[in-house]
């Protein structure tokens, strides 16, 4: 489970969180959503313990970001936007690589990359290098590597971007199956088709505050919108935002 408790981060006058708390339990899909500035990416930020909160606090499994960084990492898998691999690495180095960041023991290694392999469908290109990987081949890997670890919390930041039909169908069923072995997963996305058939819960964060959080449906019933769309524009509007 995350839990996000009143967190605030500036950078100098720039107000990028204020007061920002939602949780995300186990065996959801819970989405985080908001435009461009809101402050997701710095929630997610403090998620990864990249950055530190200058009040408030933030835990996975109970494991505090700052406090206790090392254990709130070692429970969390994560696809951050854009994520990048080692281009001269084949796909099966670039996640044994990470197996061994995370300290699966030597041992296990080989067998845990190659299961991980056969659940993402990924044996066709496994052992070439990743340069010129297209980018669903690219997101399969870095999610492969989120996830050699087998942790019980994920957080995906935008994971179907660039991908095409297929590469996102493909995903989609990945994440419901997370989802049913009773993960907590954090999901970012500007795609309003992928929330509405992913994800169970929602919160919305306009100007650095959390406009809105609750079910989908409780969401479209307290806007008195419809459709997610016009209740997210809806939801940005009750705190001032564009």
Do not use: W
Request: include cysteine; charged fraction near 25%; aromatic fraction near 4%.
């Amino acid at each position: 489970m995350i839990k996000v408790d009143g967190i605030h981060k500036s950078f100098g006058k720039v107000r990028a969180l204020r007061g920002v708390s939602f949780d995300a339990p186990d065996g959801k899909i819970t989405g985080l959503l908001g435009p461009n500035g809101a402050g997701k990416s710095t929630t997610l930020r403090v998620l990864y313990t990249v950055l530190k909160p200058d009040v408030g606090s933030a835990s996975i499994d109970g494991a505090d970001v700052v406090t206790d960084s090392l254990s709130a990492r070692q429970k969390i898998g994560a696809l951050p936007h854009g994520a990048g691999l080692y281009p001269h690495l084949t796909a099966r180095e670039n996640i044994a690589y990470y197996a061994n960041l995370c300290g699966i023991d030597k041992s296990e290694v080989d067998d845990r990359v190659a299961a991980i392999i056969r659940l993402l469908e990924i044996e066709e290109f496994s052992d070439r290098r990743t340069k010129g990987f297209s980018q669903g081949q690219r997101t399969k890997v870095s999610l492969a590597r989120a996830l050699v670890h087998d942790p019980q919390n994920v957080i995906l930041d935008e994971p179907t971007n660039g991908l095409d039909v297929m590469a996102t169908r493909s995903l989609r069923r990945l994440i419901l199956k997370l989802k049913d072995a009773g993960r907590c997963i954090l999901f970012s996305s500007h795609v309003m088709q992928e929330v509405a058939a992913l994800c169970d819960d929602i919160c919305i964060i306009a100007s650095g505050q959390v406009a809105i959080d609750g079910s989908v449906d409780s969401i479209r019933e307290r806007t008195g919108q419809d459709d997610l769309e016009e209740a997210f524009v809806a939801a940005i509007q009750m705190v001032g935002g564009e």
